[in-house]
């Protein structure tokens, strides 16, 4: 496959391991320090918001349309979906820690009824966010080209703008990271499906 003009080769994924690694270690210590961060502090959401979007402004330098764009905005706004969310489960009291008392946690037995149970919530879990995804991305689109005057007669070219799918896909994949995290829960939880 032709990328860029050149052929991928292993050093650009030996270099890709080695960026993990480098990040793994300097993160790795104090990611606890972060979880709780997120999860207790007051102005959290808005620091977590801020953040991921200061990492995609920064790391948007490309001239031209490119695809990698539009996957890295949708990964930071899934992330920023996923922390919110579990600064708000948190908040709410949904979703508790197990504690000391109940761990480890017993497996339960294998039978016909739990793999059905698991199969439904699967089934209505990517429902939802289907549905998620389509509702956002009907509403996303037309407002974000209207805001920045992109015409939004042809999407696909509107998407190429970069101040259409940026905000596009960070906002859409947010909400869907935020959905995956305490919608989807939140709605096992209310009709009693667990």
Not at 5 to 28: K, T
Not at 43 to 69: E, K, M, N, Q, V
Request: charged fraction near 10%.
């Amino acid at each position: 496959m032709d990328i860029g003009g050149r052929n991928p080769s292993s050093d650009d994924v030996i270099a890709g391991v080695l960026y993990s690694v480098l990040i793994l270690l300097v993160f790795l210590p104090v990611l606890d320090l972060i979880d709780g961060f997120n999860l207790t502090y007051r102005y959290a959401p808005l620091l977590i918001i801020s953040l991921h979007l200061g990492l995609g402004l920064f790391s948007f330098t490309l001239d031209t349309w490119s695809t990698s764009r539009g996957d890295t905005a949708q990964i930071l706004g899934t992330g920023a979906g996923v922390a919110l969310a579990s600064h708000v489960n948190h908040y709410l009291g949904l979703l508790p820690d197990q504690t000391p008392d109940q761990l480890p946690l017993a497996f339960p037995a294998l039978s016909v009824g739990l793999v059905g149970a698991a199969l439904l919530r699967l089934v209505v879990g990517v429902l939802v966010l289907m549905a998620t995804r389509a509702l956002m991305k009907a509403i996303t689109i037309p407002l974000v080209c209207w805001v920045t005057g992109v015409p939004s007669g042809d999407v696909r070219k509107a998407r190429q703008h970069m101040e259409v799918e940026l905000p596009y896909r960070y906002i859409v994949y947010g909400v869907v990271g935020f959905n995956v995290l305490f919608l989807v829960p939140w709605l096992f939880s209310y009709v009693q499906f667990s």
